[in-house]
């Protein structure tokens, strides 16, 4: 059974730094893609970024590019969200997820990805 936990999530003011962490087990990270995805209140969940299966490919979105680093530890079975400069419009619950696929065109989407994690909040405040 495939089970992914999130943490690493809590209240930052403005500026700050946080390092979210996603556990995985019941699957292998050298074949699947991992990625995070985040959910403000009454907005759509929306793709933040994602690394491919073998590691040489990462994604981010425009809004996290240059603050926020996806990054992977294969023995510790573990992907980590790096964020810097955070803004309160990175207020969201952040969930990660693994896909079976690779390439921007489904690592990019909700639907390219075939487990995820309960989500954990992040707040930033200003």
Known sequence: QVQLVDSGGGLVQ??????LSCAASGLTFGTHSLGWFR????????????????????????SVTGRFTISRDIAKNTVYLHMDSLKPEDTAVYYCAASRYSGSYYLGR???????????QVTVSS
């Open 110 to 120: 909700q639907s390219g990805y075939h487990y995820w994690g309960q989500g954990t």
């Open 39 to 62: 959910q403000a209140p009454g907005k759509e969940r929306e793709f933040v970024a994602a690394v491919s299966w073998n590691g040489g490919d990462t994604y981010s979105a425009d």
């Open 14 to 19: 403005a500026g700050g730094s946080l390092r």
